[in-house]
């Protein structure tokens, strides 16, 4: 199955570091997605990267993708203690669903 | 700016019971969504809806669920007989035109089945 996982499992930085997720998936993709979930909230969209795309900004996001290594990079620069939530890629299968990875758990103590 | 918006945010139901969980999709979306998350787990997909009918579906979205659009606004997910593995949040997700268009998720219910 075209099932992302992220890593690491879980974070923990002090505010002010930079957090790099990873997210690998296993077939080809169309576009890779991130999401934030608060805890016990809804998602909420933060960037998509098509797959002829290498590199995005948004604000103190950063992703990347390497389609050869069928990986993504999530990167927030300068953390701030609200940027605490889990963080999921999803990819896309065909036009119709997102196949969630299992997440990343940032923790980002003030 | 637009959002999508579900109701109720908790239902608690006894198992056996029939849920209707409720979406109001971003207005001028055509891709309609529904996921799911038990807790602690990642989320999966349930079901994709598109032009007044089922699109996709996973091996999840059996008999006892269902979908519906009634009206221009609402997009309805409908379990006829919970049980209790059928405790979780439930995401609603619209998406507009285009190949690259993002998934807006709304808040999610969270459903409990005693």
């Known amino acids: 199955s075209q099932q992302g996982e992220e890593d690491p499992q879980a974070l923990s930085i002090q505010e002010g570091e930079n957090a790099t997720m990873n997210c690998s998936y296993k077939?080809?993709?169309?576009?890779l997605q991130w999401y934030r979930q608060n805890s016990g909230r809804g998602l909420v969209h933060l960037i998509l990267i098509r797959s002829n795309e290498r590199e995005k900004h948004s604000g103190r996001l950063r992703v990347t993708l390497d389609t050869s290594k069928k990986s993504s990079s999530l990167l927030i620069t300068a953390s701030r203690a609200a940027d605490t939530a889990s963080y999921f890629c999803?990819?896309?299968?065909?036009?119709?669903?997102?196949?969630f990875g299992t997440g990343t758990r940032l923790q980002v103590f003030p | 700016e637009p959002e999508v918006t579900q109701t109720p945010s908790h239902q608690v139901t006894q198992m056996g019971q029939e849920v209707i969980l409720r979406c109001v999709p971003i207005s001028n979306h055509l891709y309609f969504y529904w996921y799911r998350q038990i807790l602690g787990q990642k989320v999966e997909f349930l079901v994709s809806?598109?032009?007044?009918?089922?699109?996709?579906k996973s091996e999840i979205f059996d008999d006892q669920f269902s979908v519906e659009r009634p009206d221009g606004s609402n997009f309805t997910l409908k379990i006829r007989s919970t049980k209790l593995e059928d405790s979780a949040m439930y995401f609603c997700a619209s998406k507009g035109t285009g190949p690259y268009n993002e998934q807006f998720f709304g808040p999610g219910t969270r459903l409990t089945v005693l």
């Open positions: 999803a990819t896309d299968w065909g036009p119709d669903k997102l196949i």
């Open positions: 809806f598109y032009n007044n009918e089922i699109s996709e």
């Open positions: 077939t080809s993709i169309n576009n």
